[in-house]
């Protein structure tokens, strides 16, 4: 069965332990109005349908979405080849005042690397037995360390970073920075100029932002990459890739990934386990 763009977009929104059924119960519904194609209407209609009756009770909520609409609606879940990868972004619209960095280009040139990559044909070529949503391979961008869209469990995560400097001569020994700054990177002594660890410091831009004089500015804009995460029956976070790079070398990176697991990774092995069996070192 077709969907709509906006539609599957949708459906991917629901909670991972209901979204084949979800997506099986939408299907029914479109059947039993004599259409081959679902639109975002029919997934609206069907959100109706269902919590009108079950509200939020999630063990009602699986047994009905169990059922069929009817005995004459039966269809067979096939899983979506259209394209195994995803990219999502804790920050879709750019509007979180938190946000470091505009990673919509840098989701652009993922995609098109993704793409002309046949990422999808290889995914497959390495898959023994039916296509699973677990498959599929996740791209996660994260606009400041905050990182609400869990680039540590993705297979390649990629988080907005903004390092500060001290400028000689503006400290006023406040000392609201170290009050801000939670991984202790910050010091001041007796030449009232901050001194910043940068192997402690993860780059919130927090102590660039609390500062009244404008001590500390931007040294540098730049990405860490993660690589490896997952979650299932062996969770295990990402390991960090690279850190204070680019956006064309945040793209090389990927490439680079891709590369090596196609030359290297096992039928059936998804990437997370690939990275984690060779380490960091190949990469």
Wanted: hydrophobic content about 35%; glycine content about 4%; charged content about 30%.
């Amino acid at each position: 069965m077709e969907w709509e763009t906006d539609a599957f977009a949708r459906i991917k929104k629901v909670p991972v332990f209901v979204r084949s059924l979800a997506k099986k119960k939408v299907e029914e519904y479109v059947v039993s109005k004599d259409r081959i194609r679902v639109t975002e209407n029919d997934v609206d209609e069907v959100k109706k349908l269902i919590f009108l009756k079950v509200g939020i009770d999630t063990e009602k909520l699986v047994s009905l979405m169990q059922k069929p609409f009817n005995s004459e609606c039966e269809t067979q879940i096939v899983a979506d080849k259209s394209k195994l990868y995803e990219i999502t972004g804790c920050n879709d619209k750019h509007l979180c005042p938190l946000s470091l960095a505009d990673s919509r280009n840098l989701i652009v040139k993922l995609q098109a690397k993704l793409d002309e990559m046949k990422t999808t044909d290889i995914l497959i070529d390495k898959i023994d037995g039916p296509v699973l949503y677990h498959h599929t391979f996740r791209v996660s961008i994260s606009e400041c360390p905050n990182a609400c869209s869990q680039p540590q469990i993705k297979d390649f995560g990629v988080i907005a970073q903004v390092f500060p400097e001290a400028i000689d001569g503006k400290c006023i020994n406040c000392k609201l920075c170290i009050e801000e700054c939670k991984e202790n990177a910050i010091n001041i002594k007796d030449d009232i100029l901050p001194i910043i660890d940068y192997s402690k410091c993860v780059g919130c831009f927090a102590c660039i932002k609390v500062c009244p004089v404008c001590a500390l500015v931007t040294k540098k804009r730049s990405y860490s990459v993660f690589i490896g995460g997952k979650l299932g029956r062996h969770p295990q976070f990402a390991i960090k890739l690279f850190d204070t790079i680019d956006e064309n070398d945040v793209v090389q990176s990927l490439e680079i990934c891709l590369k090596l697991y196609i030359q290297e990774s096992k039928n059936n092995e998804r990437f997370g386990s690939f990275v984690h069996r060779i380490g960091r070192e190949s990469f």
